[in-house]
């Protein structure tokens, strides 16, 4: 089945700097990348999400890249503010994410030092 | 329109007991998918429902099983419960087309075992 690695496992960066996590996946069928947000005792947010046939999104600070060759993608986050402070999940699926489900990384707990 | 949601919020049970969690998902959208959350595994796929189907089922043993209603609304169930099933319960619904891939998930259900 599919895998997927993540890292770094805690990122800690100054309020205005860029932080990227990295995500690897080991199946190449697969076709939808979401990436979610979750602050403390909240549920899962989705924040972006790109499909394999496009290389690059971006909504507004956060962007998400694809290699599709190297099996990587990456969430970058420009001008970081406290509120970004959460643990951000990668996932990949084949199906988009319909009957084949979600195949999570383990987390990247990201940190907003003022 | 209202979000996912999930009842109980909070179970405490006792060792071999079981327990059914219900979630509601998002009017109009026909897939729920649960995943289990954990420290120490992650997010982890544990089923999905679509029409009352189950599509596909994780690396859970048959302790853990699920129905889906005509109207949407899901539950998942789990027999004789142990230690290890700690956990926060998320389902995840989704609209379920060819061209709409998004998950929303619900609050979950925190589930201890004593």
Known sequence: GENVEQHPSTLSVQEGDSAVIKCTYSDSASNYFPWYKQELGKRPQLIIDIRSNVGEKKDQRIAVTLNKTAKHFSLHITETQPEDSAVYFCAASKTGGGADGLTFGKGTHLIIQP | ?114
């Open chain 2, 1 to 114: 329109k209202a979000g996912v949601t999930q009842t109980p919020r909070y179970l405490i049970k006792t060792r071999g007991q079981q327990v059914t969690l219900s979630c509601s998902p998002i009017s109009g959208h026909r897939s729920v998918s649960w995943y289990q959350q954990t420290p120490g595994q992650g997010l982890q796929f544990l089923f999905e429902y679509f029409s009352e189907t189950q599509r596909n089922k994780g690396n859970f043993p048959g302790r853990f099983s699920g129905r889906q209603f005509s109207n949407s609304r899901s539950e998942m169930n789990v027999s004789t419960l142990e230690l290890g099933d700690s956990a926060l319960y998320l389902c995840a619904s989704q609209l379920r087309t060819e061209i709409t891939y998004e998950q929303y998930f619900g609050p979950g259900t925190r589930l201890t075992v004593t």
